[in-house]
């Protein structure tokens, strides 16, 4: 805990604070890469700072760490399993139709919808 | 005298602490495939940008904001623990559960208004990821402002205190999941 100790967990909540707002703020520039560094590019840090100054996972044991990579190369891999299924429009013995990609329009694409916000 | 599990240490941590370990291992596998899952729908799907447009940005960021300053809460009970003071503990434990309720609050209103909208689970597959993923996480946002509040019962009579930390890993993971399903259901539309 000595470590822990010296942390300043405002300072790191503050940080995060500012984050959020860059990451809801910059995609409002509708610029493609701009939205995937501060949305996505940028939760990705909020995540490392929980990870190491709120849940301490850098003073566990070296076990824990790998675990939870462990558990992150296996939902990786059932990413990568199931993409192409998801992807592809045809493979052995089966072919999409132009069904799959329908999407039916909810009750509301019909009107209301601009009502929401 | 306390449980055997209580005390033992086998693996060089508190036999506590690597469960909660293996609870967030596996939550990461559960949250981690329903959020492949919905990437990989959502790039291969035109449509579903469209009906994103329809989720209200502004509830998000305010439960984000609500999410991260529970979560502040969490590891500032964590340090008041570590320090032996149960009271102090268990008093910024409430102010976490504060921070739940508030997020289901905003939640419940969040989904009641897309709701009157016509946008449902059943509208299409675009708002069966919506309300299953962002469901699931309430549910765990739910389920640990419960057991906040028996660890912080006993915490203020100074009893179980190393559970205050415990609880605060949980709550940090569920804190961790949000911050990836805030841009993908509420910014990237």
Redesign the interface.
Known sequence: ?SE??HTN??K??AL??VL?AV??LG?MLEIQII?LLT??GI?FV??YL??K???HINM??R??PY??V???V???L??VG??PD??KSEGTNWKKTAEW?Y???????HG??A??? | MKPIATTRST???PTG?LAI??V???E??IF??LL??Y???RL??D??AN?AA?T??ALG?LN??VL??S??F???AH?AA?SGDGKKAARLLYYTIGGAVTFVCVKAFEWS??IA????IT?????SFYYTAAGIHALHVIAGAIIMAIVARDAAKNMELQRVELI??YW??V??VW??L??LLY???
Request: charged share 10%; proline share 5%; with cysteine.
């Open positions: 805990m822990e100790s967990y405002v790191i909540w995060l604070v959020l990451s809801v995609p939205t949305a996505f939760a909020k995540a929980v990870a100054y709120f849940m566990t044991p076990f824990v675990l939870m462990t558990c992150l296996f939902m990786l059932f990413v199931t993409a998801v992807y990609q999407m039916p329009p909810s009750p509301a694409d209301g919808a009502e929401h916000h | 693996s060089g941590m602490l370990w293996w967030v291992g596996s990461i596998v981690g495939g492949g899952s990437i990989m729908y291969s799907h449509a579903w009906q329809n209200n940005t960021t984000t904001f991260l300053t979560s502040l969490a590891v500032l340090r570590e208004t897309e909208h016509g946008y449902t509208s299409n597959t675009f708002w605060g890993i940090h993971f804190d961790i911050i990836f805030f841009p910014i990237a539309k």
